[in-house]
């Protein structure tokens, strides 16, 4: 085996790679895809507005519960659609571009670190990537940003070509040539989450300008002719639909991005460090190799060195700018991922003896003995929940571990593939130049990932929001509304599948208050948290016809019927 690993890092054959890359990637992401139900909010959010350009017969404008959906552009959203179109609506189809996007993803790695250095940099930078905990969970979502984050990476790369084929004296057709690919990918990126697929490029190429002691290392018609490339996806979209409903889309569509960086959303506070913390624990281990990384490796050759100089401005520049953003959310920083992995990938070709230092092994050791008890925990306190949950003092949360799930106390063993992986590149000697010294504790990683997947996720699922989805799954195919009270969801419409509302009154106005109190033309069913109920249940609503079905789950649910159907 070890002969193998060693013959595969020196074979300098980039289609050997591409191959096991296309098994490799495959193997992880596609099995399972579709084993746990969708997340509320964003992966409902997107799978929903999906299913809707489907039902409605309308690719162009982006819809969630049949009306216009300003916040997000529509390039992820079709490529769900494809996969829906093929497999059918459900959660392997909603996952499916992103599970496609880890194969895209590695190649691109793999590309940039032979170009840039060698055969060997772009396997170890893959492993890296994929062995760690946040960039290997992503492939197995259905959210936007592993497609955004692909997007504006290989921008960002483009346009790092034109600056070295400027360096090395390249002719000005191939110099634009790479500029237009950079603008180009970025419409891609500004197609699929909006115009900060453009600002975040921008904001660096601002720093670098500096660092570069303000010299024209990008000429501005080559930006402008950048920005202008950039900006050619959303144009396209907004004229096309300005030609069929005028301006409004795009109003309120640069409104809410507006909204996005001034102001928080429901929930989604945060302290001005949270990226910090997100990307040191959540990209571990790669993130602990990184930090020996942040000063210029003089002896890497003229490429990598500039490289590196890049991806550190990268790194900072996603830091700073969503540390300033109000909304605190995980995935915001995801685009961090790619230079904090290189950086890691960095040390550990450059700084091989010793690989870690003693502080770094303390911290690796930490992050992974946390992991592992927080892994191991949960199924052990979920198998003997009964003795605990007295002390819960939240009903919802209580309510939500009274669901009956089998857990055996050994779903969480998986991650003890982590901390075998820790040991072993912490304690076994080999050659200091040795590539398989680092590769345990990511495998590990990787595996552990992929296995828990399997055994944990199944299990916890059901605590969350599986009998709210139970419920709206026995809706579907009913001529119904549907609606959540005192809590904000998009998993009634994904689920159960209303069709089409026909009456005006569904689009005017307050929504709820028609629901409860209005003259409907259907049955109306509600899903409510058990903590937020009692205000419905209030004689005022019992007058107009709502009447308590059953509860499960910490989910309370209700039926209003039509006049001629109460009885």
């Not at 819809?63 to 992820?76: D, G, R």
């Not at 659609?81 to 691109?108: D, H, Q, W, Y």
């Not at 005028?246 to 929930?267: C, I, K």
Request: charged share 15%; aromatic share 20%; proline share 5%.
């Amino acid at each position: 085996m070890t002969r193998f690993f060693q013959s595969f890092f020196r074979s300098d054959q980039p289609i050997r790679f591409i191959l096991a890359g296309l098994i490799g990637t495959f193997a992880l992401f596609i099995p399972g895809l579709g084993a746990v139900h969708l997340f509320d909010w964003d992966e409902i959010n997107f799978a929903e507005c999906a299913r809707e350009m489907i039902v409605l017969d309308d690719y162009l404008q982006v819809s969630i519960n049949y009306q216009p959906f300003w916040e997000k552009p529509p390039l992820f959203i079709w490529m769900q659609v494809l996969a829906m179109k093929i497999f059918g609506m459900n959660e392997f189809a909603a996952r499916l571009p992103n599970a496609i996007c880890s194969f895209f993803s590695i190649t691109l790695l793999y590309y940039i670190g032979r170009s840039i250095h060698s055969h060997r940099f772009g396997i170890i930078w893959t492993i890296t990537y994929l062995g760690s905990l946040l960039p290997h969970f992503y492939f197995r979502s259905g959210i936007i940003d592993p497609w955004f984050n692909f997007f504006i990476f290989i921008s960002f790369y483009f346009v790092f070509r034109y600056f070295i084929n400027r360096k090395e004296g390249y002719s000005f057709a191939s110099n634009q040539a790479w500029m237009a690919a950079a603008g180009l990918a970025c419409a891609l990126a500004c197609l699929t989450k909006g115009p900060v697929g453009w600002l975040i490029p921008s904001l660096c190429f601002a720093v670098l300008w500096i660092i570069y002691r303000f010299k024209l290392y990008i000429y501005p018609a080559a930006f402008l002719f950048f920005t202008l490339l950039a900006f050619s996806g959303l144009g396209i979209w907004f004229w096309l639909d300005y030609q069929n409903r005028g301006p409004w889309l795009m109003t309120e569509f640069m409104r809410y991005q507006y909204r996005l960086f001034s102001t928080p959303d429901a929930g989604h506070e945060g302290f001005p460090g949270f990226h910090f913390v997100v990307l040191l624990v959540g990209c571990f281990p790669a993130s602990i190799f990184a930090l020996r990384s942040f000063r210029l490796i003089s002896e890497s050759g003229f490429r990598f060195q500039e490289f590196q100089r890049w991806m550190i401005v990268l790194l900072f520049v996603v830091l700073v700018l969503f540390s300033v953003v109000q909304s605190k959310i995980i995935h915001y920083s995801s685009l961090a991922y790619f230079p904090l992995t290189f950086l890691a990938s960095a040390a550990i070709v450059y700084y091989s003896e010793p690989l870690l230092m003693r502080w770094q092994r303390i911290l690796v050791g930490f992050l992974a003995g946390l992991f592992s008890f927080v892994f191991v925990l949960v199924p052990v306190a979920a198998r003997f929940r009964s003795h605990w949950m007295n002390l819960i003092g939240d009903p919802f949360a209580y309510a939500n571990l009274e669901v009956p799930v089998d857990w055996s106390g050994l779903e969480g063993l998986p991650i003890l593939l982590l901390l075998t992986g820790v040991y072993l590149t912490s304690s076994i000697r080999m050659s200091p130049h040795s590539e398989l010294r680092f590769v345990p504790v990511f495998a590990g990683t990787g595996l552990a990932l992929a296995l828990l997947f399997y055994t944990l996720m199944p299990k916890i699922e059901p605590h969350t929001q599986g009998e709210a989805i139970r419920f709206f799954k026995s809706l579907q195919g009913r001529d119904v509304y549907v609606h959540t009270l005192g809590y904000k969801s998009y998993a009634h419409y994904f689920y159960a599948r209303p069709p089409v509302p026909t009456n005006p009154k569904y689009y005017e106005g307050n929504l709820q208050e028609w629901l409860l109190k209005g003259d409907i033309d259907k049955t109306v069913y509600f899903s409510c948290r058990i903590d937020r109920v009692q205000q419905f249940m209030s004689p005022e609503y019992a007058e107009f016809g709502l009447v308590k079905l059953n509860e499960a789950g910490g989910f309370v649910f209700f039926r209003r019927a039509m006049p001629a159907d109460s009885k």
